[in-house]
């Protein structure tokens, strides 16, 4: 980041380990103080964020419901003052054939990947449009462009935040506010450790 973003105020959802606590410690680096936002335990995040010399609080919080969201939201309003950035890193990736898979199984994957994204968004904007800056990044996925199984919910869920992504992105370019995605492809981090098989990070650990 440049050296502009010293002293900005940044939240992270889904930050208390994997991609979110990468972002977090490296925006710490780059000047920016972290709201820490996850419904796991994200102390280590805040410990990587104060070692880098900047200001971090944890605030538990599930994206996919609107009351926790605007809870979120004041808690952080009221800590910082003001949110400059926001980064929706927030995601689950159950894997499950569409064969077996219910609208509850859909709904559970569209309502934290998309709408959370949607809802911590919203809640933060009013604020960057007043000040006439703001960074939103949302988490697509390389999966948009593979071929994959099991992942009808998910896939469905991140062309969703593409397409919100573009949208908001014009809604938003007179404020002086910029909307990006980012499409990682796997990552070696707890949540894929835990659900992919070793032989999928041989090539990495062969290297």
Known sequence: ?????????????????????????????DGVHIAVVDRDDASETVKLVEAAG???IAVTCDVASEDWVAAMAGEVQQHFG?????????????????????????????SINLDGTFLVTAAFVPGMRARQWGRVVNMASSTLGSVVTGFAHYVASKGGVVGFTRALATDLAGD?????????G??????????????????????
Request: hydrophobic share 45%; glycine share 8%.
């Open 1 to 29: 980041m440049a050296k502009g973003h010293q002293n900005k105020v940044a939240v992270i959802t889904g930050a208390a380990n994997g991609i979110g606590q990468a972002f977090a410690q490296r925006l710490a680096e």
């Open 54 to 56: 900047r200001t971090a």
């Open 82 to 110: 003001h949110i400059d950035i926001v980064v929706n890193c927030a995601g689950i990736f159950p894997q499950k054939e569409f064969a077996d898979m219910t609208f509850a199984d859909w709904r559970r994957v569209l």
């Open 176 to 184: 002086g506010i910029t909307v990006n995605a980012i499409s990682p």
């Open 186 to 207: 796997l990552t070696r981090s707890p949540g894929t450790l835990a659900r992919a098989p070793r032989p999928a990070f041989k090539s990495m650990d062969e290297e």
